[in-house]
């Protein structure tokens, strides 16, 4: 039920539902109430999807569904890798059953391993739906700069969401296998593989023609040198340039990942809103810092960092970034562990404004949030009582006194309340969401941040809801505090 609604620039008003966790109820009706999933919703689809790799591949079950895979498992049940062969299989055989897609790679090119290549496309379909007012699983266009033999990303993408994809590569062999993959799975109106030289742009908009995409997404080579990738084989005992290491053509380049990483947001920079998400995929976790380091001093706020984890030793870790204003949900702007990495992390979206033990009164919440935020000079705000979710959009901080006294002021010489020039701005500022959730052991109210660049804004909006509940009297025993 919509109690208010106001909306003063006409913007669209569909509800960014992953992050705001409006649309729960639709897919899951015997679950928990709808209003109470405030971090992630998704389609019996994408749930699938995510499981797949939760605990580790059962090979056996594996090579009853291929019999290719079967040939190459032990009969303990075990695999070796150490074949490049069996490594091989068990992706074309993972590929099979768990996308029916068929690929064919040659021997002395990189075969990617699944899970790995998957956690990527999980955290963009999480990156993307959360940084969008419209509903998940909306059609987008992605470019995979340096997709390999495989084409594993836009394949993978194409499986999961109604996505399309530009893919580049440098190496002529791979860009033929590619080009046969894509074919293979009768992709074509869908994945458009292009021909690029190492020192062409990585992104290659103007020479296609395009004028914007919504993401872009690298999984570069990471070694600084031949020797560097040499040693790494030696270490894990892999046959050297074959398809578990990959050829030095796709896993070395000058100045390894920080280097390629730096070339891509140089280029962002230029591009800048003409792509909603740049990304990339990095190998070691020392990258992080030196990319970040360049992202503030570019004053990117806006950006997300998460790990893949795959097995208990493989990890691997990626960063996104954006210009325009869309703020990630908080599980996938901060998937790297805050007590190792706080100072990488971006600001939080997440701010508990109230905490209510349980046994204390907590029904008066619900219709005290409207009355707190209705009187408020929003550009919009929508509060969903049944949901106990609420949110709206701000040209600027109309909460605090200071305002409060400008627009008496500006009243008093003539302005009416309805004026639409009373305003500094009309542009958003801040785009938010209050969300109630009742817990066993509490309730508590939060405040998300969906939209905007000025994290003072996002704070005083946070103080100001805080401090009304409390004078409210809605949780004596609350104890308000940032979420990580
Ligand atoms: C580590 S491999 C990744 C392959 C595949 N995306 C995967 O994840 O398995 C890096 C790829 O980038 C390609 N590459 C290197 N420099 C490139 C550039 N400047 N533009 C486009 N692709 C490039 C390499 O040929 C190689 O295929």
Same mark, same amino acid.
């Given at each position: 039920?919509?109690?208010?609604?106001?909306?003063?620039?006409?913007?669209?008003?569909?509800?960014?539902?992953?992050?705001?966790?409006?649309?729960?109820?639709?897919?899951?009706?015997?679950?928990?109430?709808?209003?109470?999933? =405030?971090?992630?919703?998704?389609?019996?689809?994408? %749930?699938?999807?995510?499981?797949?790799?939760?605990?580790?591949?059962?090979?056996?079950?594996?090579?009853?569904?291929?019999?290719?895979?079967?040939?190459? $498992?032990?009969?303990?049940?075990?695999?070796?890798?150490?074949?490049?062969?069996?490594?091989?299989?068990?992706?074309?055989?993972?590929?099979?059953?768990?996308?029916?897609?068929?690929?064919? $790679?040659?021997?002395?090119?990189?075969?990617?391993?699944?899970?790995?290549?998957?956690?990527?496309?999980?955290? $963009?379909?999480?990156?993307?739906?959360?940084?969008?007012?419209?509903?998940?699983?909306?059609?987008?266009?992605?470019?995979?700069? @340096?997709?390999?033999?495989? %084409?594993?990303?836009?394949?993978?993408?194409?499986?999961?969401?109604?996505?399309?994809?530009?893919?580049?590569? =440098?190496?002529?062999?791979?860009?033929?296998?590619?080009?046969?993959?894509?074919?293979?799975?009768?992709?074509?109106?869908?994945?458009?593989?292009?021909?690029?030289?190492?020192?062409?742009?990585?992104?290659?908009?103007?020479?296609?023609?395009?004028?914007? #995409?919504?993401?872009?997404?690298?999984?570069?080579?990471?070694?600084?040198?031949?020797?560097?990738?040499?040693?790494?084989?030696?270490?894990? *005992?892999?046959?050297?340039?074959?398809?578990?290491?990959?050829?030095?053509?796709?896993?070395? %380049?000058?100045?390894?990942?920080?280097?390629?990483?730096?070339?891509?947001?140089?280029?962002?920079?230029?591009?800048?809103?003409?792509?909603?998400?740049?990304?990339?995929?990095?190998?070691?976790?020392?990258?992080?810092?030196?990319?970040?380091?360049?992202?503030?001093?570019?004053?990117?706020?806006?950006?997300?960092?998460?790990?893949?984890?795959?097995?208990?030793?493989?990890?691997?870790?990626?960063?996104?970034?954006?210009?325009?204003?869309?703020?990630?949900?908080?599980?996938?702007?901060?998937?790297?562990?805050?007590?190792?990495?706080?100072?990488?992390?971006?600001?939080?979206?997440?701010?508990?404004?109230?905490?209510?033990?349980?046994?204390?009164?907590?029904?008066?919440?619900?219709?005290?949030?409207?009355?707190?935020?209705?009187?408020?000079?929003? #550009?919009?705000?929508?509060?969903?009582?049944?949901?106990?979710?609420?949110?709206?959009?701000?040209?600027?901080?109309?909460?605090?006194?200071?305002?409060?006294?400008?627009?008496?002021?500006?009243?008093?010489?003539?302005?009416?309340?309805?004026?639409?020039?009373?305003?500094?701005?009309?542009?958003?500022?801040?785009?938010?969401? =209050?969300?109630?959730?009742?817990?066993?052991?509490?309730?508590?109210?939060?405040?998300?941040?969906? *939209?905007?660049?000025?994290? @003072?804004?996002?704070?005083?909006?946070?103080?100001?809801?805080?401090?009304?509940?409390?004078?409210?009297?809605?949780?004596?025993?609350?104890?308000?505090?940032?979420? @990580?």
């Amino acid at each position: 039920m919509v109690l208010r609604a106001r909306n003063h620039d006409g913007r669209q008003e569909t509800e960014n539902a992953a992050q705001a966790g409006l649309d729960a109820g639709s897919e899951t009706p015997s679950g928990p109430p709808a209003a109470l999933q =405030i971090e992630r919703v998704e389609s019996k689809t994408d %749930c699938h999807f995510r499981n797949l790799y939760a605990s580790n591949s059962n090979f056996k079950q594996l090579a009853k569904q291929d019999a290719d895979f079967a040939a190459f $498992l032990k009969d303990s049940g075990q695999l070796d890798f150490n074949d490049p062969a069996a490594v091989m299989q068990l992706t074309k055989a993972l590929l099979k059953v768990d996308f029916g897609l068929r690929i064919e $790679l040659p021997d002395d090119r990189l075969c990617p391993p699944v899970p790995n290549r998957h956690n990527y496309i999980l955290w $963009l379909k999480d990156l993307m739906d959360t940084t969008s007012y419209e509903q998940p699983g909306r059609k987008l266009c992605g470019l995979d700069i @340096g997709t390999g033999a495989s %084409c594993i990303y836009p394949l993978l993408g194409t499986a999961q969401r109604p996505w399309n994809f530009i893919a580049t590569d =440098i190496d002529v062999k791979n860009l033929g296998y590619a080009r046969k993959n894509v074919q293979l799975n009768a992709l074509e109106d869908r994945i458009q593989v292009i021909e690029r030289q190492s020192d062409d742009s990585l992104l290659p908009l103007d020479d296609a023609d395009i004028q914007s #995409i919504d993401f872009v997404m690298t999984n570069p080579p990471f070694y600084v040198s031949e020797d560097e990738m040499l040693a790494s084989a030696n270490e894990k *005992e892999r046959p050297p340039n074959s398809a578990c290491t990959g050829a030095p053509v796709e896993m070395v %380049c000058h100045g390894g990942e920080v280097t390629f990483v730096g070339r891509l947001l140089r280029e962002s920079l230029v591009l800048r809103e003409r792509v909603q998400w740049y990304t990339s995929m990095v190998g070691k976790a020392s990258s992080l810092p030196p990319l970040i380091t360049e992202l503030r001093k570019n004053n990117i706020d806006n950006f997300a960092v998460t790990e893949f984890v795959q097995g208990n030793k493989t990890r691997r870790w990626a960063l996104g970034w954006s210009f325009s204003s869309m703020r990630p949900a908080q599980h996938v702007a901060w998937g790297i562990n805050p007590s190792l990495w706080k100072q990488l992390l971006p600001q939080p979206v997440k701010m508990d404004v109230l905490v209510v033990d349980a046994g204390k009164p907590v029904g008066g919440i619900l219709n005290k949030i409207p009355e707190i935020m209705g009187p408020l000079e929003l #550009i919009s705000w929508v509060w969903e009582v049944d949901r106990a979710k609420g949110r709206g959009r701000a040209r600027e901080n109309v909460w605090s006194r200071a305002w409060r006294r400008k627009r008496l002021r500006e009243i008093a010489d003539g302005e009416t309340a309805d004026d639409p020039m009373h305003t500094d701005s009309e542009e958003c500022r801040i785009g938010f969401a =209050i969300v109630v959730k009742m817990a066993i052991q509490n309730t508590t109210v939060s405040l998300l941040w969906l *939209e905007g660049h000025d994290y @003072g804004l996002f704070e005083s909006l946070g103080g100001f809801v805080q401090g009304r509940l409390r004078d409210l009297n809605c949780g004596k025993a609350a104890v308000a505090k940032k979420s @990580g």
